[in-house]
């Protein structure tokens, strides 16, 4: 970890089961809801000042995770089919290359992103079928402070240098 | 369970408690809401590609059951005072006999259910009343992956054949 | 309690930790809601088939108590300053005394109460200066199962007889 | 810490991980909630009954904190980027120093405050790069009866005298 962590880049996240604990609420009115941690805004602000890009990038279009990411100030892509290409185009935009970026995820549909980038990490409570694809896995599981602690990490490893 | 699976051409779900944590949020207008995990999707999305049909029956008419039920393209019926009846008429409707029939339940309620298919499961936080009427209890509770590990469950005892 | 439940003829029980556990969900427009267990709408029913009186008692008034109560079709007394005054009505109009009443707390509010009935019941996390007042304490926190496993247990030792 | 207490004359409290788990409940309109504990009423209600004063400052503006210190009855004070400033000032419009406030928060940026006060508290579940910086950690979570126990803590140590 400590060694990958200086070349990385970009950080793309997962939305559900990463910045949240993969539940959803739904009402009557047939709206959703999910369940996010205050301590990741602080986390972020870390990365940013670390100058490492960081983005979310989820399969599904939902206004739960536009108004998040807004009021977190995090780019977000949403409604795209194939995780993977989004991810390579974001690369070649920048002149990376996708050993430079780091991948957080928690389920299966993570799988073609966690085995294409350099620093593939799940969180704790991500499903047994994806485990055994991560570099890294958090103590803390989705929603409950695993993008804080991935933040915290990048923090750790750049300051120790 | 293993040798069970292979028969099975039709699982019905309970939908409180099973769906969700059996949990129920009360609005100040007296609208509902519960809370339901991300990761039942992509269980729902194997059953399909196995060929088994999948549907939820509710005791209850409720528009937050509707709502989850469409989002998860899953067949619903509500309002149902005997549920067993609504599982006998699907089985004659479909040329298929109870023995062909997985149900998962999680109270009192269920139980008419449970005791008549072929295979009668449980999650891990049914009331006590219930648990011994099953073949199978869950490792995770309801609302909480336990949909999701039924679903896994049967992608690996058929994949195993 | 197996020998005080065959006396009971009427169950009170506070809101607030008992029907809930304790928490409250505060929206962005001032509005509250709370969270309840389906599972308690099956014991209640029980309750009724056995003639035992139940009635929800509140300090507060607050809409999400009247809306859980009216879906759960039992009597709900609210914004009341002294529950005590109106345990000891509701008893002299039925022509009962405080020791055929059972009451289901979780704070010190709740004390007059506990302290006047014959079957003083606290959930799991009640407060700790409350739970020496108690005959019986569930192994169910509130709003997980507190209020079924009174009934649950009612319904047994009325059984039992 | 019984030492301390009785020199206390002003509570500080950060709102969110204090008040609440730190979770955020995000709706598709863009609109938060948050969850907090009834439990918290009855402990403030006490430390206005022994003279003490508690206030409510975060660092961000959001209408579910203005909200729920409505509901409390307690002052809130929102929108300010240095809390410590707030708190300097409210000691000297009190003929105060800052020895005779106690604080409690959860997460860096509270460091300021901790570091400045008579008497800093950080809850069970704070992060960890703050926990070292308290005279005293709740044996309890944020919204989760850490302010209750502070409540009682200062009742049991002023009747302890």
Known sequence: MKDIIPGIRLIAFDFDGVFTDNMVYVLQDG???VRCTRSDGLGLQKLERLGIESVIISTESN???????EKLNIRCIQNCGD????LEAMVAERGLSLAEVAYVGNDIN?????DSVGLPIVVRDAHQDVVRHAVYRTTRPGGQGAVREV??????ALADR
Chains 1, 2, 3, 4 share one sequence.
């Open 63 to 69: 206004p739960v995770v536009s108004a998040r990411a």
């Open 110 to 114: 993570d799988l073609p992103c966690l």
């Open 31 to 33: 709206s959703e809801a």
């Open 151 to 156: 933040c915290d990490l990048f923090e750790q």
């Open 83 to 86: 995780k993977r290409a989004v």
